[in-house]
């Protein structure tokens, strides 16, 4: 049997959290290693009955079926193997006649970390990429780091002055946000005593002494690599290109080290931001306030706020970053999530890294309430139409990475292909059907990911297009679109839909980068009328919507792909506003060139 074959007998889709023994009528001693390797990591399941020869899978099944579980159940449950008792779920299947064991081990809690072998510390592993590898002693310490009842960032630090550590204006800008939140409580105390009734100040012996999250959080420079032991904060990086078109020896087109405190941090990457981001303007009806706010500005506020308050400080080998590229940003930083994907999209509270720091923040306003964080990005995608953010929890690397892709779920190809089967779709059956056939599998969660809607909910979602034969159920929580679609060829004509729409997206991106950087004028011999009319009417400025009512064409991206983008790269016309290409407010006027071809040809 194959790897596809042997998953759907499991109902499983993973397969790093696999381990295939064939033990007929014993456990086989390096059996061991695996259960410590996924206790320290993510969990698995070991399955005997199963041989494992070069990759080639037989089932073989297990002769002395009570011999099997027992010894091996006794071993984890005894204290005597491990340094902690190990749990485990079993489970028994028939598979022609041969009977096949399977044990899951879940991951341990962060305070049974990490779990070894023979009272040795030389015997922990971890699971990486479908291997049980030994620990590292820095991977030892930080399961030591992060199994501590006290947290690391509210530790006292002994070697800064608790009277002159922060720096007055990052400090004055917390204060200025709490005020703001809660006028009049604080406003009439000193620094010292404001920092001694948050908890930032502690008393150790008779004196006070800042805590790690306080010289984070507020500290100067110095101290603040001090206790970081010269790491910096994050990287921020922007690469003017797609992320499949990047490659390492290209460099960044802007980048910023971070030294700093987590307060400047957050100044210096939100202005870095707004330079980027494109502003719609519009009028509150009520107020007449400006409302200016990016669309996508909760999302990259929770994501960079998610980066600078979770990440393992502890950590000093490694650093956060954060990188935005033209189709999607990506923020990594190490230190791996306590909760698994399934338990980020729940609102409830969780258990976090650096709770001194992650309750600075939320009081004042500058992240959501919580556990409700990354909620909050996966709406704020969801309502731009775009596919969900991707979560990558590393257990065996203790990092985390957060993808925000800008490609829109549901384009509208994709919709006219949808309407070809004839059904009638509820909008969020359309999105779960749509992201099924981009990935070709579906998961509960991803459909969580995709609706928002509860639990119930999404197994309604996916209960009707079962029967609607539109999936078909691999798994209790896994999905595959339904197989006389994909030999039909509709699944791949939708996917196809999307490629297209990708690859245009991407020859858009690619001609605005050839706008910002200029060209010299390259005047045609001869305008099309559409071409001439155009180049009269940018005599004063105009958006692309005039410009395509002009025009009398219907279809604004052919418009702008092969009028718009052409007149500039000839020189002919150029944007008002070329630093920010995709501003929904730019406006298109005649050049100097351009201004010549109509005198010339009047």
Known sequence: MNKEEISKLLGRYEWNDLEFKKGQRGVPAETYKTVCAFANTGGGRIVFGIKDEAGR?????????????????????????????ITAEEDLIDYEGKTILVFYIPESPRHKKPVFMNGNWNECYIRSGGCDQRCTEDEIKRFIRNSSDVSYDSEPVSDVDP???????????????????????????????????????????????????????????????????????????????????????????????????????????????????EKPFSLDPVTFLRNDEPKDFISFREALINLLIHQDYGDFRRKAVVKIYRDRTIFWNPGD???????????????????????????????????????????????????????????????????????????????????????????????????????????????????????????????????????????????????????????????????????????????????????EANIPDKLTDTEYNILVACETPRSIKGLLEISGLKNRDYFRKNIIVPMIDNGLIRMVDPDKPRSSNQKYVITKEGLNYLVANN
Not at 70 to 79: A, E, I, K, P, Y
Not at 231 to 238: F, G, H, K, L, S
Not at 372 to 390: A, D, Y
Not at 449 to 466: N, Q
């Open 337 to 519: 999530s306590y909760a698994d994907e399934k338990e980020l999209l729940e609102t409830t509270e969780k258990e976090v890294r650096n709770p001194t720091i992650v309750s600075a923040f939320r009081r004042i306003g500058m992240s959501e309430q919580a556990g409700s964080g990354v909620t909050s990005i996966f709406n704020n995608w969801r309502e731009l139409g775009n596919v969900p953010p991707v979560i990558n929890n590393y257990k065996d690397k203790s990092a985390f990475e957060l993808i925000l892709l800008k490609d829109k779920l549901l384009s509208d190809d994709q919709t006219l292909l949808l309407k070809e089967t004839g059904i009638n779709l509820s909008e969020n059956e359309a999105r779960v059907f749509a992201y099924a056939c981009r990935n070709f599998r579906i998961t509960l969660t991803d459909v969580r990911a995709v609706t928002g809607k509860m639990w119930h909910e999404c197994r309604g979602v996916t209960d009707s297009l079962i029967k609607l034969g539109l999936i078909d159920k691999v798994a209790d929580s896994l999905f595959e679109p339904a197989q006389k679609l994909v030999d039909s060829g509709t699944v791949g004509r939708i996917k196809a839909a999307l490629c297209e729409a990708e690859r245009a997206a991407s020859e858009k991106d690619e001609g605005e980068k050839v706008i910002k950087s200029g060209t």
């Open 163 to 277: 009277y002159s550590f922060f720096d007055e204006e990052s400090l004055r800008f917390y204060r200025n946000m709490y005020n703001l939140k809660n006028p009049g409580r604080t406003s009439d105390q000193n620094n010292i005593d404001f920092l001694i009734g948050f908890g930032f100040l502690v008393e150790r012996d008779g004196k006070f002494l800042p805590t790690r999250a306080a010289v984070l959080i507020f500290g100067k420079e110095m101290y603040v690599q001090r206790v970081l032991n010269n790491q910096m904060v994050v990287d921020y990086q922007r690469i003017d290109l797609n992320y499949d078109k990047w490659f390492p020896e290209v460099r960044w087109h802007d980048r910023v080290v971070i030294e700093g405190n987590l307060i400047s941090a957050w100044r210096e990457l939100a202005d870095r931001y707004n330079r980027l981001a």
């Open 57 to 85: 899978l037989d089932i073989v099944g297990v002769l002395d079926v009570d011999s099997v579980q027992n010894d091996f159940l006794g071993v984890l449950r005894s204290g005597t193997k491990f340094n902690h008792v």
